[in-house]
Each structure stands twice: as C-alpha cells, then as structure tokens.
C-alpha cells in the first residue's frame, strides 16, 4: 500500500482538527445555553416584571400560563433545548416578538461599534508598539508604558463618563449618546477600543523587542540593511504573528464586550439590548444573547485557531 504524501498528511490532519474544534464548539455552546437556562431563573419571576404592581393574581396565573412558565422546569429545559436545535430560541417576554431577529436587527449597531474600536486600536497601537520597541528603556517608551496600564486598568464606563464631560459637556465637541454620523461613533468607539489598543501595544513592544534580538537581524544589518529596512522586512513580520492572533480573538471579546459602553453613550447595540433584557427579566432573550455572543466568541476562535496554521508554517497541527 502506498503510503500518504506530506500534504495529504497535513490535509488529513488539518481536517481531523477541524473536526475536533467543531466538536469543541458544539459541546461549550450546548454548557452555555444550559447555565443561562438554569442561572437566569434564579433571578426571579419575569411576569412580575412585566405586570404592573396592582395586577391581580388571577392576571399574574393567566400570563405565566401563556408564557409557559407553568410547566415543570424540566419541561421547560427540554422545550428550549429542541428549540435550540431548530434555531429556534423563542419569543421575548417583554417585546413580543421573537427573541433571534430583535437581536440581529441591533447587531449591525454593535458591529458599526466594534469595528471602530478596532480602527482605533490598530491606528493607535501599531506606531506606538514600535516606537516603545526601537526606544526602548528611554522616556518614549516609558510613556508608552505608563498609557498601557492606564488602558488596560481603568474601567470601560468610567472612561465613557470621563470623555463625555470632557469632550460633549465642557468642549461641546462631540454628541454625547445616540447613534447617527461619525461624530456619534468617536467617543464610544475611543472608549470601547482603549483596552485592545493597550493590549496589541504591550504584545507588539515585547514581541519586536525579542524579534530585534535574533541573530538574523544582526546578520542583516551586517550586510548593510539600514535600521529601518530590516525593521520592515525582516522583524515587523515575524513580530505580528502573535498580533494577529490576538487581534482575530479581540474581534470577539469587542462585540461581546460592548455591554458598559453601549449603556454609558445609549448605543442601540446589542449590549444595550442585553441590559434591557437582564432589567426586565426577559429568559427567553437572555438565552438568545448569551448563546449569540459565545457562538459569536468560540467561532472566532476556530477561525483564528485555523487561520494561524497557514500564516506561521512552523506551527504543527496536534495529532
């Protein structure tokens, strides 16, 4: 029997752990969609939510019934889990409508958001990343230092508060909530961005650093390379390997981490969506987002899992 080439090796490979991730990614979402199920009913009774304070019994037996809240919770698990299946995540109990398309009609607003964060980071954190790297030990680079921790410490919505009262309130600037033109987009997407842009600078600094070290470098600089174009060619693409892992797992921590900022500047996201739905005890929406956001989450990482085996060939598919 002939034996396999090492591509048709690598390809069986790849595809063995494709089918392991896919696995993976079943399993986490099937543990996500039975926590929130089980968690958000330890936050009380929505119909209580939902009806007003002088509502009166025989109104609060009719609407649980209507909603299916009168059913064995093990009933309810398994009605909700063949739902799943069928991507079929029910109705909101506060909007009236189904819980799948009231998210996918706000997520456009997240993704507008989480795209700017991410313009920001990059602009951001690529030059200073070098620039703490090719200075390193001196004042520039402690600066770019002391700005990482600070990005990286502070909270989300106290810097969302922080620009509104600078930028809107006291500059009159900049709008200070609402979704509209660009004006509208750089305050959120500033403060939403600020913690990926200190990430990407902290990895990009120490990745170039190391990068800057290796023998090659010092061979290429011998042969007459300038600073900058062994910078160029040689040290900036072997140092954005890790960054680009890292910006294709930010792509899913900025849409599922918009929650604060959407709140603080009223962005009609899917953040904000989440807060009304925890505020009005919506399960059934509760369970869509949650579910939405992890998928949203581990697919990102599948793709930047496989993505990084074709960009760096040193990397070796676990057998």
């Not at 089980?38 to 019934?65: W, Y």
Request: proline share 4%; glycine share 8%; with cysteine.
């Amino acid at each position: 029997m002939a034996s396999k080439s090492p591509r048709q090796k690598t390809g069986n490979e790849l595809w063995l752990h494709l089918a392991k991730r896919i696995a993976q990614t079943v399993f986490v979402l099937f543990c996500v969609a039975t926590l929130t199920f089980f968690l958000v009913r330890l936050t009380g009774d929505p119909v209580k939510a939902i009806l007003p304070d002088n509502a009166s019994l025989e109104q609060e037996t009719a609407l649980r019934a209507q909603l299916g809240l009168d059913q064995p919770l093990l009933n309810q698990y398994l009605s909700y889990m063949g739902g799943v299946i069928r991507f079929d995540f029910g109705d909101s109990l506060y909007f009236r409508e189904a819980a799948l398309p009231l998210i996918l009609s706000r997520l456009p607003a997240t993704i507008e958001l989480a795209a700017g964060a991410l313009i920001f980071a990059l602009i951001v954190s690529i030059p200073a990343g070098m620039v703490a790297a090719l200075r390193r030990g001196k004042s520039t680079d402690s600066a770019v230092v002391a700005t990482v921790l600070i990005g990286q410490s502070t909270p989300a919505f106290f810097v969302g508060i922080i620009l509104i009262l600078i930028f809107a309130v006291n500059l009159s600037w900049l709008p200070s909530s609402g979704m509209g033109g660009l004006s509208h987009l750089i305050l959120p997407a500033i403060t939403l961005g600020l913690y990926s842009m200190a990430m990407i600078t902290r990895l990009l600094r120490s990745s170039l650093i190391d990068v800057l070290g290796e023998d090659y470098i010092r061979t290429a600089r011998a042969k007459g390379l300038s600073r900058w174009q062994g910078i160029r060619d040689h040290a900036l693409k072997n140092a954005a390997l890790p960054v680009v892992t890292i910006v294709g797992l930010e792509i899913g921590n900025l849409l599922g981490g918009a929650i604060l900022t959407e709140q603080v500047f009223s962005w009609p996201g899917v953040g904000r969506l989440t807060v009304e739905a925890i505020t009005n005890r919506d399960f059934a929406l509760i369970q869509a987002i949650v579910l939405f956001l992890s998928l949203v989450f581990v697919v990102t990482n599948l793709l930047v899992d496989i993505a990084y085996a074709f960009i760096d060939p040193r990397v070796r598919l676990s057998k």
